[in-house]
């Protein structure tokens, strides 16, 4: 594979990460950009960003013609959070809120994130410098959310 990311995939990476910056955002990749950065071989759906609760407001403001699904609880059978959804040159983005996320695992149980964008290992990828998730962190995550997917990036980002 030559790159993880489509052309309009690594066009809205960079201006999301451009703006991001730009504004004194701190923020996170995380999710399976997180995991290919790592190593993992695998397409980009889409793209995962963590972000503090206390920058949502500015984050509305910047994106505000970019949200598809604006800020709101999700709660389904593997994700407790709140996020807000932009769709930037056609691809879709989910800024997650930092605090208080939490997943369930195989089981049911609820498990709160103890995730730390102070702990963001800085990756330079093409022309940028992307703050990506903990790897242990990561590896945490998709080894609690226990889906297929996890389990093969977690393989492949071992190697």
Same mark, same amino acid.
């Given at each position: 594979m030559d790159s993880p990311l489509s052309s309009d995939q690594k066009r &809205?990476?960079?201006?999301?990460?451009?703006?991001l910056q730009g504004n004194n955002i701190s923020f996170q990749i995380t999710g399976g950009l997180a995991a290919v950065l790592y190593g993992a071989r695998r397409p980009v759906y889409d793209i995962d960003i963590d972000v #503090?609760?206390?920058?949502?407001p500015k984050i509305r403001e910047i994106?505000?013609?970019?949200i598809?699904? %604006?800020? $709101? $609880?999700?709660?389904?059978?593997?994700?407790?959070?709140?996020l807000l959804i932009l769709s930037v040159y056609g691809v879709s983005v989910d800024i997650s809120?930092?605090?208080?996320? #939490?997943?369930?695992?195989?089981?049911?149980?609820r498990v709160e994130m103890q995730s730390d964008i102070a702990r963001a290992k800085n990756i &330079?990828?093409?022309?940028? &410098?992307?703050?990506?998730? %903990?790897?242990?962190e990561l590896i945490t995550y998709k080894t609690i959310l226990n889906r297929d997917i996890d389990l093969s990036d977690i393989q492949e980002m071992s190697r």
């Open positions: &809205a990476l960079r201006y999301i990460v451009s703006l #503090c609760e206390n920058d949502i994106f505000l013609k970019d598809v699904t %604006d800020y $709101h $609880h999700l709660q389904d059978e593997k994700f407790d959070l709140y809120q930092l605090e208080r996320a #939490c997943i369930y695992d195989v089981r049911g149980e &330079a990828w093409e022309d940028m &410098a992307l703050p990506v998730q %903990d790897k242990q």
